[in-house]
């Protein structure tokens, strides 16, 4: 016996129990007298998927677009269209992809369209093309098929050529045993039959459409894949070497380190705070409470006359520089002139405010001072302003102390008349309630420091770092004046002193 007629009774044989259940459901809808509405059912069911297939048809594919990819010129443009056109020609020709021929005759068709438009008066614009790169463009197209292959082919690092044509043999015999099953089934059971060939042309037609689709987008990728390198080819635009976009330019790489330079220097640099106030304000109060008491006895360096500098570390802050200065009363000009150098240098200023002293005019004038140092230099970044206000303790009712005090919602005498003197502060000063800070500096009665007048500052860092780095860089600049005037001084008396020893030599012989 035959192998194929083996199979065919095989088939029959494990078919029949399945056509029972048909037949038998079909008998029931004609004794129930639904045989007729089960039909007609299935006939709207079949004319409603038909309209919807042939809306699909009407839909455009998503076709792959290489222009943006490429650079924007008139060639390149040409070049793209020319591309469309050659894709849109065999999108619609029905092409056989099985035959090499199809890849042979897209391939030089497309490499000639793209190299006459790079090459428009060469004989054979073609062969304009050099072989390194040639083999660059072989090297990323195979990258991509592998790639592409390993990721969307299930099961294709796992079977050999072998076993492909192998599956593909098997599968053509068991289309050709189908198809004598579905004979032979017609004639044993028409009404099964005539159910199970509607159901096979409407997936047949289904999956006519959809591979229709697939083939069409399938060549298209592929022209236009090859369209991309072809201009990458003869434009001159493809590098052999990919590490080489890796680094910058030379130029570049010379800015890049010149910023990352005086990044480097602005971040080692430490921020630079002056405290500022009236005589008896409690500056010094204030720096020995931030500082303790040890260290402020410790790290004192004294700089020019009336100034002390201290270093100070906090957790969240970098290296940080306090400068204390001496106070300043009704005649602020005098304090001014003194400490003008030290105010253009600083980066944040701490001013510091009694809350017992009504005299706010040497406050609202030093304020001014310090906006007129600044432009006076042509700097219009100024330091944010963080206001220290002490000597709450004693407001009144002078013998109520009982911290802590909520000044936003003030729920006692103390802490309303905190809250009043800080508007008052706000008002004549033009700050906001942000920038100022209630503490109370008494020995063994420290309040508000940590709590209040820390988180003010943190809160002025951003605008502080930004001020320092502007301070910074206009003394990187002037460095960089003087260092490249020496360099070229340098340079002109070594020119100067090897052109003259050379015209004694000459002299002399």
Same mark, same amino acid.
């Given at each position: 016996m035959k192998m194929k007629t083996r199979w065919t009774i095989h088939l029959l044989v494990i078919m029949v129990p399945f056509s029972i259940p048909l037949a038998a459901g079909f008998y029931w809808l004609w004794l129930h007298q639904l045989l007729i509405l089960w039909l007609a059912f299935s006939a709207v069911l079949g004319a409603l998927w038909w309209l919807i297939n042939q809306r699909l048809k009407r839909l455009d594919l998503e076709l792959l677009d290489i222009s943006p990819a490429v650079e924007k010129n008139a060639q390149s443009k040409q070049a793209c269209e020319e591309i469309e056109r050659i894709s849109a020609s065999y999108r619609n020709s029905d092409p056989d992809l099985a035959s090499s021929e199809f890849y042979m005759q897209t391939l030089l068709e497309v490499m000639r369209a793209v190299a006459e438009q790079y090459y428009p008066n060469r004989k054979d614009a073609l062969m304009e093309i050099k072989l390194p790169y040639l083999l660059k463009v072989i090297e990323k197209l195979a990258q991509e098929l592998r790639v592409g292959l390993a990721e969307n082919v299930p099961g294709s690092h796992m079977f050999s050529v072998n076993d492909i044509v192998a599956s593909h043999r098997l599968a053509n015999r068991g289309r050709e045993l189908y198809r004598l099953f579905r004979i032979v089934s017609a004639g044993l059971d028409p009404v099964s039959a005539m159910v199970r060939e509607l159901r096979i042309l409407a997936t047949d037609s289904l999956l006519s459409h959809s591979a229709d689709d697939?083939?069409? *987008?399938?060549?298209?990728?592929?022209?236009?894949?090859?369209?991309?390198?072809?201009?990458?080819?003869?434009?001159?635009?493809? &590098?052999?070497?990919?590490?080489?976009?890796?680094?910058?330019?030379? /130029?570049?790489?010379?800015?890049?380190?010149?910023?990352?330079?005086?990044?480097?220097?602005?971040?080692?640099?430490?921020?630079?705070?002056? &405290?500022? +106030?009236?005589?008896?304000?409690?500056?010094s109060s204030l720096i020995n409470v931030l500082l303790g008491a040890q260290k402020a006895e410790t790290n004192v360096i004294p700089t020019t006359e009336g100034f002390a500098s201290y270093l100070f570390?906090?957790?969240?802050?970098?290296? &940080?520089?306090?400068?204390?200065?001496?106070?300043?009363?009704?005649?602020?000009?005098?304090?001014?002139?003194?400490?003008?150098?030290?105010?253009?240098?600083?980066?944040?200023i701490i001013l510091v405010i009694s809350a017992t002293n009504v005299a706010r005019d040497p406050d609202k004038k030093m304020l001014q001072a310090i906006q007129q140092c600044f432009a006076a230099r042509d700097r219009s970044n100024l330091p944010p302003v963080v206001v220290a206000l002490t000597h709450i303790d004693l407001l009144r009712p002078a013998r109520e102390w009982a911290p802590p005090y909520d000044v936003i919602k003030p729920d006692s005498a103390k802490a309303q008349a905190i809250r009043q003197m800080m508007d008052v502060v706000t008002?004549?000063?033009?700050?906001? +309630?942000?920038?100022?800070?209630?503490?109370?500096?008494?020995?063994? @009665?420290?309040?508000?420091?940590?709590? +209040?007048?820390?988180?003010?500052? @943190?809160?002025?860092?951003?605008?502080? /770092?930004?001020?320092?780095?502007?301070?910074?860089?206009?003394?990187?600049?002037?460095?960089?004046? *003087?260092? /490249?005037? *020496?360099?070229?001084?340098?340079?002109?008396?070594? @020119?100067?002193?090897?052109?003259?020893?050379? &015209? @004694?030599?000459?002299s002399s012989v």
């Open positions: 697939l083939k069409r *987008w399938l060549i298209d990728a592929y022209i236009k894949k090859i369209g991309y390198y072809a201009i990458e080819l003869y434009s001159g635009s493809m &590098v052999l070497d990919d590490s080489l976009f890796a680094n910058a330019t030379q /130029r570049s790489q010379q800015e890049l380190d010149g910023i990352k330079h005086r990044e480097t220097a602005t971040s080692a640099e430490p921020l630079r705070i002056l &405290v500022l +106030g009236q005589t008896n304000a409690g500056k570390e906090h957790p969240g802050l970098e290296s &940080v520089i306090i400068l204390d200065c001496e106070g300043y009363g009704g005649d602020y000009r005098d304090s001014i002139a003194k400490i003008s150098e030290e105010i253009v240098r600083s980066d944040i008002a004549e000063l033009g700050l906001n +309630g942000e920038q100022i800070a209630p503490v109370n500096l008494k020995p063994g @009665f420290e309040y508000n420091v940590e709590e +209040g007048l820390m988180p003010a500052i @943190f809160q002025q860092l951003d605008q502080a /770092r930004q001020v320092r780095y502007l301070r910074c860089l206009k003394a990187y600049h002037k460095e960089d004046y *003087w260092r /490249r005037l *020496w360099r070229q001084s340098k340079g002109a008396g070594q @020119f100067i002193a090897k052109k003259g020893f050379s &015209v @004694f030599s000459k």
